[in-house]
């Protein structure tokens, strides 16, 4: 332990003690759990390793490569774990709109007007209440007016 200590120099925050711990994230070295949070707070640091973060080759260890093994496989069961559900999907298939939906496409495609899709996990799917009137063919858009250089307020219009 002592040539641990001794190889990571001094504490860092209170330059008092030798070092024992190290930063995952900024690689500040620290003698005490007291410091550590000092340090966080001081720099507003998570404490948490970047995942991607970019490593020169010359300084890549061995725990580097099972990490960025390790963020592979998380990001490979991610995807597998999206894929089987079906609220998750990525994107939206002809064969997969509900008869509505499939009716108002064909109804703003004879208008010219391209229509897309978002899935129906997102937000603003949610929120929209566009809809097609069968019997008269007439379809009550809902807009959302953004203005940007108002502090984004919005107003939304429906019908």
Known sequence: MAALCGRL???EVCACKDAKYTCPKCEVKTCCIACANIHKKELSCSGVRDKVD???LSKFT???LQSDYMLLEEMTRNVEKYSRDP???HCRHEKDIPHHLFKLKGAASSRNIRWHFLPRNFSRHKDNTTYLDWKTNIIWWR???IFPQGNNIKCVDER
Do not use: I
Request: aromatic share 14%; with cysteine; proline share 0%.
């Open 62 to 64: 061995n725990m580097d």
């Open 87 to 89: 609220l998750k999907g």
């Open 54 to 56: 970019f490593k020169q």
């Open 9 to 11: 120099g001094k504490c």
């Open 143 to 145: 807009v959302e007016w």
